[in-house]
């Protein structure tokens, strides 16, 4: 490891999660010297730190690892590369010139200057107050990564008797967890019709340890002055209102949330990136630029992801663009635009060029069955089966888009019929 | 033996310790939570209310006014934020403007300064985000906001570093009579006092029935206030009140003095003096009153709600003086504007005491001033440059949303914060956008290894709150210990 620290960086890369190491080893592959990955907190491996359940990596290392050993796997070469980790560490501002504002724990007040910036912050969990949920506010309410953290890293229980809201991914692993340390999951309740996790979570987690899940249902009271004593439960009507004449009472202590995540862009909005309210990450083009020349984003503070292996494919193509800028070599902008339509969520990157294959990863609003997807006139594609967890990922080539030129892409989804 | 206990450690009781710290006495405050502040002083509207609005003829009328005016030396010797932001009564109905004019001559008749009527041109150019039907608004320059909990904390480490006597987690649960003074009975330990100062918020009437000087009743009322996100920051730069009714204030839109906007309080009776919840219909009541003067507010931008009680006397005004039982004296039914009149409750009791033969000689080494808790966040690059060279634990960042480093948690610790909501409320981690979710574990932690506590003892806010549970024990922390 080189010592820190310099003054100058070819590529300093904010977050040192797996986007953040694919980012730096992308960059390194693609010739950049010298390389910055920094993180607040005392290790890097971002949010796999916490992820001891096996099942990361099947696409890129073909095995299953657990969530700390896919990590190592990229610490290592990462390192081997020359790159300099500064943990404990916090990005406070980086300035439209990329001048960066580090705060350190070891070193103190820090500024360096980057010839080209990676965003790999990740994200965070969205916490009680994004649902309002009437009540008492008492201890045993919180959010299904915060207990992995809790059960994974410190040992400790979140509660004995647990009900989870909301079916994300992190809350499904954690009711199989909490299972397997001898708690009692007495049910995962969504507010949708439709789940929020992945197949495999719902049948691995769920219907393995005979957990129900209710859809279709809300918390609409907390009882309990203290610690939570019990839930008053309630199905929601289309407008996703409580019917409370309908409600009845779960006794529990404990109350997972497991609500959504949300891209860490503080740093993003304050430099005045443009930003996509789909994803609430950055707006990227081809080569995962934002709209601030020099500065690329990946991973989960681009939009977020549901497989890891899909955030170091993405990040290592970012570290690699980023390098190329810093050294001045600069592709050819893009110049189709892409938009979301008819059953689109959300859609990254945001424009395409032909010059070479493009990787555009999409979200559906709603579970769609027997579908065809359509780019433009002249890309069509057949689904079986459509759902708004399981992120899609398509590959298109030069054949497809060099009959496009300066225009406005719209991706669709045209459902056979609604699942 | 003390000259003075003080029970109940809200806004009152930190008044009432400062106030009595000037003096050579000994004085102690006991308080039934881990924590000053967590009664109703933590949980209210946080507004120096102007000094217009309560009846000159009563004593919160007076205290009032003589309350708002003690705030900005108490905010600068104590280091917290308060600001004069201003407020303004709107006129709705045709029947609301004799009030309006009523008000404005009771502040006057006060000695309430700058009060002034707006035409709705002159309220539409400074708060263009107000609805358009707007009759007439009366402004009040003098109005302003604090943070309630902060100003607790502030008043308290002041009187500590001058001699108070501060217990913690020590509910008074019986007072005897004896030669010369009381005897108090908490949960843990005796306490004797010539004179005691019931300053027990809500349960003040149950304090008082301990030596059987409860000649009053207190009636909780409950008030619902929901946080809004901070889209709406700036939607309005003053405190909007509708034109009040009986029962209370009405539901107003608070810009706090952190600038995030805040809409309520309900008002609504209540029997359980626990009863803290928020509900539908609160949330109701407040946002389509709100909305009739502000539409562009909606309950979909709420981040947080909490209520709090105001312990209202069966008087209807403050209870404060002698009670039957020599020595024993209230300060009770300290409903809304409580917070304004803290200080002047504090002088008025003060005083009263001297009047029954306390001597109070000032101390000539008192100290007004406290240094305060360290606010990274507002630090320029210079000043946290040389912050984090004086103490590297500047140099970790606990809280993100907040910019809050290890130093102001540690710093807090050391100050009596004993729980996640005592550390979030003095160094605000877990208060921003995130409300907690990635500083949750860096600061119990630091709770632990600070105070010595394993983290499955450390709680919420007290005992029984309780965060985490042992991987085997099979029983729940603090059942049946
Ligand atoms: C609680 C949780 C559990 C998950 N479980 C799974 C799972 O089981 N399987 C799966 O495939 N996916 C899971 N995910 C999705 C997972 O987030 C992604 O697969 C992947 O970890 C995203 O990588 P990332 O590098 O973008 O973000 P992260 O892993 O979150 O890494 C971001 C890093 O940036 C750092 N950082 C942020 N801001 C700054 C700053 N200003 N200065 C310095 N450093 C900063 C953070 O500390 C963090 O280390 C989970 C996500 C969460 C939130
Ligand atoms: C929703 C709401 C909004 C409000 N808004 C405003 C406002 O904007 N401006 C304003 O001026 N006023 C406002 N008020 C009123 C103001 O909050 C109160 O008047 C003030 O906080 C009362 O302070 P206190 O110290 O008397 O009570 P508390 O803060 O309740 O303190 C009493 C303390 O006594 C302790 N205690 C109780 N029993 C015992 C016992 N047996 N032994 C030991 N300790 C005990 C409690 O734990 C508590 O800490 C509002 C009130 C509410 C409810």
Redesign the pocket.
């Given at each position: 490891m080189k010592s820190p620290l310099q003054k100058t960086y070819d590529v300093v890369v904010?977050?040192?999660?797996?986007?953040?190491?694919a980012a730096a080893l992308g960059a390194g592959e693609a010739g950049a010297e010298d390389i910055l990955i920094?993180?607040?907190?005392t290790e890097?491996?971002?949010?796999?730190n916490?992820?001891i359940?096996s099942?990361?990596g099947l696409h890129h290392f073909k095995e299953e690892l657990t969530?700390p050993e896919y990590a190592e796997r990229f610490i290592q070469s990462v390192l081997s590369r020359q790159v300099t980790i500064l943990t404990d560490?916090?990005?406070?501002n980086i300035a439209p010139d990329l001048h960066i504002e580090?705060i350190s724990g070891d070193y103190g007040h820090l500024e360096v200057q980057a010839k080209s910036v990676v965003l790999?912050?990740?994200?965070?969990?969205r916490t009680r107050g994004a649902i309002r949920t009437p009540g008492f506010r008492p201890a045993g309410v919180m959010?299904?990564?915060l207990a992995?953290?809790m059960v994974n890293m410190k040992g400790l229980l979140p509660g004995r008797r647990i009900a989870i809201l909301g079916s994300g991914?992190?809350g499904l692993?954690m009711a199989r967890r909490l299972m397997l340390e001898g708690c009692e999951v007495v049910g995962v309740y969504e507010l949708m019709p439709f789940s929020n996790g992945l197949t495999r979570n719902l049948v691995q987690c769920l219907d393995d340890f005979a957990i129900p899940l209710r859809l279709s249902t809300t918390v609409a009271f907390i009882h309990g002055r203290d610690r939570v004593q019990r839930l008053t439960m309630a199905p929601v009507d289309d407008q996703l209102m409580p019917i409370l004449n309908q409600s009845w009472q779960v006794a529990c202590d404990t109350l997972l949330l497991s609500i959504g995540?949300i891209p860490?862009n503080?740093?993003s909005t304050r430099l005045r990136l443009k930003m996509d309210p789909a994803t609430g990450g950055p707006q990227v083009t081809s080569t995962l630029e934002t709209s601030l020349p020099g500065v690329f984003a990946?991973?989960?503070?681009?939009h977020?992801?549901?497989?890891?292996?899909f955030?170091t494919e993405e990040?290592l193509r970012a570290g690699r663009f980023a390098a190329e800028v810093a050294q001045g070599r600069r592709r050819p902008g893009d110049n189709i635009s892409l938009q979301t339509g008819e059953n689109i969520a959300s859609c990254v990157p945001h424009s395409l060029s032909p010059d070479r294959e493009q990787v555009v990863y999409l979200r559906v609003k709603r579970p769609l069955k027997d579908c065809v997807l359509t780019i433009g006139d002249r890309y069509e594609k057949v689904f079986r089966m459509l759902i708004p967890s399981e992120m899609i990922r398509l590959t298109l080539g030069p054949e497809i888009l060099d009959r496009y030129f300066g225009e406005h892409l719209k991706i669709e989804v045209h459902p056979g019929e609604v699942a | 033996m003390y000259d003075v206990i003080i029970i109940g450690g809200g806004i009152v009781g930190c008044a009432l310790a400062r106030e009595l710290s000037r003096y050579r006495i000994r004085v102690a405050l006991l308080e039934r939570e881990v924590e000053v502040g967590f009664g109703t002083s933590k949980t209210n509207s946080g507004i120096i209310h102007a000094g217009h609005h309560a009846h000159p003829d009563t004593l919160k009328g007076q205290l009032e006014w003589i309350g708002n005016q003690m705030w900005d030396d108490l905010a600068r010797d104590l280091n917290f934020g308060f600001s004069r932001i201003g407020e303004l009564l709107l006129a709705m109905q045709a029947e609301d403007l004799n009030h309006l004019e009523e008000l404005k001559k009771q502040g006057e008749r006060k000695g309430v300064t700058g009060l002034e009527m707006w035409s709705p041109k002159r309220l539409r150019q400074e708060e263009p985000n107000l609805s358009h039907d707007i009759l007439q608004a009366l402004h009040a320059p003098t109005a302003g906001v604090v943070n309630p909990y902060e100003a607790c904390f502030g008043l308290i480490e002041c009187a500590q570093q001058n001699g108070v006597e501060l217990f913690c987690g020590q509910p008074v649960l019986s007072i005897t009579r004896e030669d010369g003074g009381l005897l108090i009975h908490t949960s843990r330990q005796q306490f004797r006092g010539r004179f005691i100062l019931n300053a027990a918020g809500v349960f003040a009437d149950q304090v008082a029935a301990m030596v059987g000087a409860d000649d009053f009743k207190i009636l909780p009322r409950k008030g619902e206030e929901y946080m809004l996100d901070r889209r709406l920051q700036g939607i309005v730069t003053r405190l909007i009140f509708p034109t009040p009714t009986v029962s209370s204030k009405g539901v107003l839109i608070i810009p706090t003095v952190d600038g995030t906007i805040m809409v309520g309080p309900t008002a609504e009776d209540v029997n359980d003096r626990e009863d803290l919840s928020t509900t539908f219909s609160g949330a109701d009541k407040v946002f389509t009153a709100v909305r009739r003067y502000c539409p562009a507010i909606s309950e979909r931008d709420t981040i947080t709600e909490f209520a709090g009680l105001r312990a209202v006397a069966d008087s209807n005004d403050f209870v404060i003086g002698p009670s039957p039982i020599k020595g024993f004296f209230n300060v009770a039914g300290i409903q809304s504007p409580g917070l304004t009149a803290a200080p002047a409750i504090a002088t008025y009791v003060a005083k009263m005491l001297r009047g029954e033969g306390l001597a109070l000689d000032e101390k000539t080494d008192w100290q007004a001033k406290i240094e305060g808790p360290p606010r990274f966040a507002l630090m320029s690059a210079e000043e946290r440059r040389a912050a984090i060279s004086r103490d590297p634990a500047f140099g970790r960042v606990v809280c993100?949303c907040e910019l809050v480093t290890e130093a102001e948690v540690l710093y807090a610790i050391k100050h009596g914060a004993r729980t996640l909501d005592g550390i979030k409320f003095r160094v605000r981690a877990g208060m921003g956008r995130c409300q907690g979710g990635f500083c949750t574990s860096r600061v119990l932690d630091l709770l632990s290894s600070t105070l010595g506590v394993p983290l499955t003892e450390l709680t919420k806010r007290g005992r029984g709150s309780e965060l985490f549970y042992p991987r085997d024990d099979r029983i729940a922390p603090g059942d049946g210990l």
């Open positions: 904010v977050g040192g999660g797996p986007a953040g190491l920094v993180d607040r907190e890097a491996g971002g949010i796999l916490q992820c359940h099942g990361f969530g560490s916090y990005v406070m580090v790999a912050m990740g994200c965070r969990e959010t299904a990564g992995q953290k991914d992190i692993i995540l860490e503080e740093l990946c991973g989960n503070v681009l977020v992801h549901d497989l890891v292996d955030v990040a | 993100r």
